[in-house]
């Protein structure tokens, strides 16, 4: 019920040309597909049934957990461009390169992400009973920074945007 509630708001936002919005529905509902398809497989046990599709969904999770916060920081970003007129009064060019930017974020790290997750795995997948298919990261000081310090940067720089958008907010308005 996730991945169909989130696919159908893609077209609607795809033709507002929100592409922040975008990859936040898609990773988001990458996650809902792959839970849910291993939730139904692994029920109660622990039999690798499907091994190929424990390898897609395990370098899916690791991808899609990169990509919902990623697509958080380019909405909020996206905001944060219109708050301060910034995205207003950009030429053709300027949105090009801002839509580049969104895409290099969106797609570019999460895709970072899955050769990275091959230096901290112990395994190519773990089969967690009721959950199914997940990454199996070995938890050492090189998983740190490779794998454990990016959820705390995104949410510092979406935050840094967040409250820059709020304050340019107020800011136009006591100026009004």
Partial sequence: MGFVS????LPMYIRAKNHSVCMYIIWTSVLCLVYSINSIIWDNNVVNWAPVWCDISSRSITAAWCGTQTGMICIVRRLY?????KAAEQ???QARFDLII???IGIGLPMLMLPLQYIVDSNRFAIIE?????????FTPASIPIYGMWGSIFGLVSALYGG???HSCCYQIENS
Wanted: one cysteine or more; glycine letters at 4%; a negative charge.
């Fill in 6 to 9: 989130m696919v159908i708001l």
């Fill in 81 to 85: 461009r219109i708050m301060t007129l």
């Fill in 91 to 93: 030429s053709n060019r």
């Fill in 102 to 104: 969104d895409l290099s």
């Fill in 130 to 138: 009721d959950i199914g298919c997940f990454p199996a990261t070995v």
């Fill in 164 to 166: 820059s958008t709020d």
